[in-house]
Every structure is written in C-alpha cells, then in structure tokens.
C-alpha cells in the first residue's frame, strides 16, 4: 500500500489487442523529525514506478495528472536485464491491483466512483 504524489504525468500505451498500461512514479515521503538530543532528521523522499493495466491504466490516462496524489494497492515485482553496455540491471516496480484518487476533483472532472480494481 503506497500514498504518494506523481512525479510526472502518466506514460500510456497500448499492447496486444488494445490493452491499456499505464506507467506512474509515485513519490512517498516520510516526514523528518528532531530526535531527543536535538538533531534534525530531514525528509526523505522514495520514489517507486507504478504499472496499471487495463481498466485502472484507462482511469489513470484520463484523471491523473503530475502531482495528484494517489493510493496505490498492488504487489512488488523485481526484474533483472542486461543494458546496453552489458552491464546487468535491476528493477523494482508496482504492478498496481486498486487505485483510489486522492486528490479533490471538480464535480465535472472526477469520475462518481474513485475507487477501481482491476477486472
């Protein structure tokens, strides 16, 4: 479970027959605070890349903006790949299973329904 702000607006494409992904980064920061003796632990920022498919990736495309904030249900996917100087790499992603919107809406702009799960 994540809450966090979106870095940069939504990359979205299409696959095989028309699919939908949609790729975020999300921020997540956790507050800094003084500890006891006086000294100041700063804020300290993650970010994470986000995938959507389907259903949820089509809300994305048409309500999410950089900087809205977002809750994000979904499961770690780790993935190992060789760039292109050979040099193995590694990736952590977010492959999203429930989004809620977070960020206020006009009447007009957001959907009735903010909470979507993947069908």
Known sequence: MLIGNVGQDPEIRYV?????????RLAT???GYTL??????????????????RKLAEIVEKYVH???KLYIEGRIRYSTYDDKQGQRRS????WADN???????SSSAAPSETDATTE
């Open 99 to 105: 989004l809620e919107l977070l960020s206020p809406r």
């Open 66 to 68: 950089k900087g809205d």
């Open 29 to 31: 920061t956790e507050r």
């Open 36 to 53: 006891p003796n006086g000294t100041q632990v700063p804020d300290h920022t993650d970010w994470h890349n986000v995938i959507l498919w």
């Open 91 to 94: 990736m952590t992603e977010i």
């Open 16 to 24: 095989d027959q028309g699919v939908a992904v949609a790729r975020i």
